[in-house]
């Protein structure tokens, strides 16, 4: 499971990257560019096109990713703003007090999803490798969904001068007076980890541990490839490194797409849409792209 916390950065949890920073969006207006097709199709950036329907445009996002990967490149921007409506994974910031309350156990303490011998090391290792105290983990954590640790461990792999792909288009939005529009609410977001044993939950964090420092090695290595925009190399490396997340990948990837093709058709019918999701839902059999191919839509893979 060397690349799990890379892959909840590229396919879940946008909200929850969202303290990042990101660069002021520049305002200027450029000409128009034209699209140019990448003939290979290692592009994060494709063109949506049906007859009857609006022209879209859909990039893959990497949540959280450190400022020398990060571009988002000023023909992506004039096509945002040249957009009628935005569309991510969800529709703004939430409420953070609702999102707390959405974190937090209903019954029970975090405690009780580790064993004994899980709970010693992960306590050791927030303490030496997160600087939480024991006592600071069990007041702050106790009382919270387990996958918040695995969140807390994720960002842990970012610095403090990190980018927020999701955060620059949200504030282009607002902006550009665009409408922001979401696949999913905040609550469904937060289920999904809801939808797993707590003892496969528990696992993902004692991986996570175990293989820290290797995983924060790999996870350059992953934003290296999403940089370059290596997509043959980039998806089946995700898929290949973390067998156990894969195996709840109807969860997180598969389900996802399928319920987000009828609103893209519904709002492409009538607006020119910028559509911004995690890298992973785009590619494979049934990743976003595929799914559209077969609902007749042309989709190209246009450089950004």
């Given amino acids: 499971m060397k690349y799990l916390n890379s892959i909840i950065s590229i396919i879940i949890f946008s909200f929850l990257s969202c303290s990042s920073s990101s660069p002021r969006v520049n305002d200027e207006v450029n000409e128009v560019q034209t699209d140019i097709e990448v003939k290979n199709g290692n592009t994060l950036l494709w063109k949506i096109e049906k007859k009857g329907h609006q022209t879209a445009y859909i990039f893959g996002t990497m949540h959280m990713i450190e400022a020398e990967y990060y571009e988002f490149t000023p023909?992506?921007?004039?096509?945002?703003?040249?957009?009628?409506?935005?569309?991510?994974?969800?529709?703004?910031?939430?409420?953070?007090?609702?999102?707390?309350?959405?974190?937090t156990l209903k019954e029970g303490k975090v405690e009780d999803f580790f064993t004994k011998e899980q709970l010693k090391d992960l306590v050791e290792f927030m303490d030496t490798k997160m600087h939480v105290s024991p006592q600071e983990f069990h007041s702050t954590y106790g009382g919270m969904k387990p996958f918040f640790i695995l969140q807390t461990i994720t960002q842990a792999y970012f610095s403090e001068t990190s980018m927020s792909y999701d955060l620059n288009i949200m504030q282009m939005s607002a902006e550009h007076n665009i409408p922001l529009l979401g696949f999913e609410?905040?609550?469904e977001q937060l289920g999904f980890f809801d939808q797993i044993p707590a003892k496969d939950v528990a696992l993902m964090i004692m991986n996570s541990v175990y293989n820290f420092e290797d995983e924060k090695k790999n996870t350059k290595k992953l934003e290296k490839l999403y940089a370059k925009q290596k997509v043959d190399k980039l998806i089946p490396l995700m898929k290949n490194q973390s067998p156990e997340f894969m195996e709840y990948e109807d969860i997180f990837l598969n389900n996802r797409n399928k319920a987000w093709i009828p609103k893209i058709i519904e709002e492409t019918k009538t607006k020119k849409c910028f559509i911004a999701v995690g890298a992973a839902h785009l590619f494979g059999n049934n990743g976003v792209i595929e799914l559209l191919k077969e609902k007749d839509f042309i989709l190209t893979p246009i450089q950004k």
Wanted: net charge negative.
């Fill in 75 to 103: 023909h992506m921007s004039n096509i945002v703003k040249n957009s009628d409506a935005i569309i991510m994974e969800i529709g703004g910031q939430p409420n953070p007090l609702k999102a707390l309350e959405m974190m």
């Fill in 185 to 187: 609410t905040m609550e």
